[in-house]
């Protein structure tokens, strides 16, 4: 059977747990012998995007690239899962009003929590100064208004995130069962 594809988009902060949760997410859906692709932030700027820098601007086109791939990924069946801080909203909704099936997760993590994790040591160096434009500390972060999903990571674990997107796309009838 041939079964429909879908965005999931995880947005929010460094180190909120986008990308462990979409990698868990990708597992899941994979046991279900679904066609899975993860485009992660980081792995994207190391390649698609590599060169692109941290201006507006610049994480605009980021964003509007991977939403492109997105986009042809899940017309034709794949579930795609995208990990990017996105930070403004405007974009966001661009990327949604192009894609059919879109889920907006909004990771959710305290700025606290993010710091005290610091899974990169980025926030040290960012609240030392030593990176600019830096998400959270010297650059803003939009959080939505409306996501399909809220994720409080720092009150829930990896398993019960990812059971509440499944639970999403479930009702939505995209799922193939498990
Ligand atoms: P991001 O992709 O948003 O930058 P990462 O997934 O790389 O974030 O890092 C998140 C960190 O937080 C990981 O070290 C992960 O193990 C930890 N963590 C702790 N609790 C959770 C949770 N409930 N959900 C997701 N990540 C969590």
Known sequence: MEHEGFTVWFTGLSGAGKSTIANALAEELRRRRMKVEVLDGDVI???L???LGFSKEDRDTNVLRVGWVA???SRNG???ICALISPYRDVRAQVRSRIKNFVEVFVDAPL???IRR???GLYKKALAGEIKNFTGISDPYEPPEA???VCNTAEETVEESVQ???AYLEARGWLLPA
Do not use: C, I, Q, W
């Open 71 to 73: 986009e042809v990924l």
């Open 49 to 51: 995007s590599k060169g």
């Open 164 to 166: 509440k997107v499944l």
């Open 147 to 149: 996501p399909e999903v």
């Open 78 to 80: 794949v579930a795609v």
């Open 45 to 47: 700027r190391t390649n």
């Open 112 to 114: 606290e929590e993010v």
């Open 118 to 120: 610091d899974v990169k």
